[in-house]
């Protein structure tokens, strides 16, 4: 069970679920459960890490994906092709 903080719902169907702890979720149109993706190693406390406040559809660099916001790991770019998630810096750091 997650707690979910937020809920996207992108041009392919696709429903992106931002958690508490758990990641960014992806389920499909029936809301199965698809992907659970985890984007913080730290050594953090459970409960403080892998967590996404907010997720919008966003390109950078060339690629579509997601810009997700997060708690525990600052501003990300996931690109559900290669499945991997990148920071990106805000206000140059």
Known sequence: ???LQHVHVDNH???WAGSWGKGLLRFDA???????LLFS??????GTKNI???C???SYRGRNGLLVGTYDAGVLFFDPSHKTFTPIAVNGQ
């Open 30 to 36: 029936r809301g199965h459960l698809q992907e659970h």
């Open 52 to 54: 996404v406040r907010h």
């Open 56 to 58: 919008i559809e966003f």
């Open 13 to 15: 169907e696709t429903v």
């Open 1 to 3: 069970m997650a707690l």
């Open 41 to 46: 190693n730290a050594k953090l406390p459970e």
